[in-house]
């Protein structure tokens, strides 16, 4: 029997006006009851509730995750320690609104992070760049992340030195990708003609380390802070989102929280028959189960969401790319890999695999009702585009049958449709907020610390000596400590051709 005509109806659910169908998900009844009454034995309702009410859920590094409170706009009290967080957040509130209204005639910003420094406040710039509603404030919004000078010497081609504005993003102030594109930065304004004191009143930073950037040379009025209580990819709803603020207005950032706080109370008061993030990991959760599933894909049928897959790869992967639980033990499951990319583009990249393929590879296509242009042919566009999007899903759920091997699709390939009803900051922000609450779900499911990231470091540690043996320009490094042969050799290559 084919999935769909078993579980229509009964697997459609919404909140906010967001549709999630998890139809060709293909699991049944029994089984959704079953993966409920799991969450509930693996106390998924306590864990809820003690993120929201701020413990110190984190324990590696003994931390609530209270990311909430960074969007908690009715400013209900969120307590650490006794001491409510509330008016530190509002007061920063109050500074990017000021800081909105104070950069009139600036022609360029220039924001410095990387990972979850750049990766929210990059998608959120592409995604609302033509919502129909916003209008832009007219800055050229640039984003440096990467120590490759490419990019910034991209950027730096069309900055305009004396009108730029450059905000220094890093929740720990040591990275030194960050850090030293700050510096280039700082060099290319003074190399233009710009005094030191014009510098100083260019550059801003976004922290939780201040001390750092006081001692990077940063004026203390020009800090913007936030604290250790918000891992640096669940962040764009602090000032790492300023960009959103002085790119579309103080009301569309406010908007993009409001949608996420709406995504929050429903996450924290449905029960979780009807909890779209809860349903969404429960998916997950069961097809890896059933299927040992590796890798699942996030397709937005959204130019503008084309962002989103690799916001969401930092979400996922690294807050639940883990193979130790909470207690130290070894899992059994955690995060498959996350891709993706807008279609229909990507049905004419790597739907050939996702389609006959030998891995089963579950899918959430986003879809989203309204066009994002005011273009005379967006409307029939747009038919296209969702036609594209429903009809992969049938195709993958159902399969086709035939009598060349070559033309038979295997179907039972499951897949989400969330559909928003548009695309605009308060949406946005619910999505991203659904998806955060989901891959925090997931870790409870999994018992994984979704809120430390320790496997990031030794990589850096080890760059260092490289850097060194690179820096030496001699083609006789041999193996030691912290370089192996393959390296070694690696480094004299590079080395004999400088
Ligand atoms: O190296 C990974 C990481 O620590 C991410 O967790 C983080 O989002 C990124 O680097 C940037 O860190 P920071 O905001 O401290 O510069």
Known sequence: MSLQSQFASENTHAALDIVLDTAYQGINAGNWAKLFADARKSQLEQFIVDMFAGKRINKSEDRPALH?????????????????????????????????????????????????SDFGPRLAIEALAHAPGIESRGMRMHFVANIDTAELARVLTWAHPHSTRVIVVSKSFTTLETSMNAKAVVAWLKDSGCSNSQVAHAIYAVTANVTAAKEFGINEDHIFPFWDWVGGRYSVWSAVGLPIALQYGFETFQQFLAGAEAMDLHFKN?????????????????????????????????????????????????SNGKSIDRDGKPVKHSCPVVFGSAGSNAQHSYFQLL???????????????????????????????????????????????????ND????????????????????????????????????????????????????????????????????DIVASANIDAVTAARINLLNSNN
């Not at 097809?287 to 599933?293: G, K, S, V, W, Y």
């Not at 900051?425 to 018992?447: M, P, S």
Request: charge should be neutral; aromatic fraction near 8%; glycine fraction near 6%.
């Open 68 to 116: 909430s409170a960074l969007r908690n706009l009715s400013k209900r009290p969120v307590l650490i320690n006794g001491t409510d967080v509330m008016p530190a957040v509002s007061e920063v509130w109050h500074r990017i609104e000021a800081l909105c209204n104070k950069w009139v005639g600036v022609t360029d910003v220039i924001h410095i992070g990387i990972g979850g």
């Open 270 to 318: 449905t029960p979780l028959e009807k909890n779209l993030p809860v349903i969404m990991a429960l998916a997950l959760f069961h097809q890896q189960e059933r299927h040992d599933i590796r890798a699942y894909a996030a397709i937005p049928y959204a130019d503008a969401l084309d962002w989103f897959p690799r916001w969401l790869q930092q979400l996922d992967m690294e």
């Open 355 to 405: 389609h006959q393929g030998t891995e089963i590879i579950p899918i959430d296509f986003i879809a989203v009702r309204e066009p994002m242009s005011n273009r005379p042919e967006a409307k029939a566009h747009h038919r296209i585009l969702l036609s594209n999007c429903l009809a992969q899903a049938q195709a993958l759920a159902n399969g086709k049958t035939a009598s060349n091997p």
């Open 408 to 475: 038979v699709y295997p179907g039972k390939r499951p897949s989400n449709l969330l559909l928003l009803p548009k695309l605009n900051a308060f949406y946005l922000g619910a999505l991203l907020a659904l998806y955060e609450n989901r891959t925090a779900t997931l870790g409870a499911l999994w018992n994984i610390n979704s809120f430390d990231q320790p496997g990031v470091e030794y990589g850096k540690v080890l760059a260092k000596p490289i850097e060194q043996a690179l820096t030496s320009h001699q083609n």
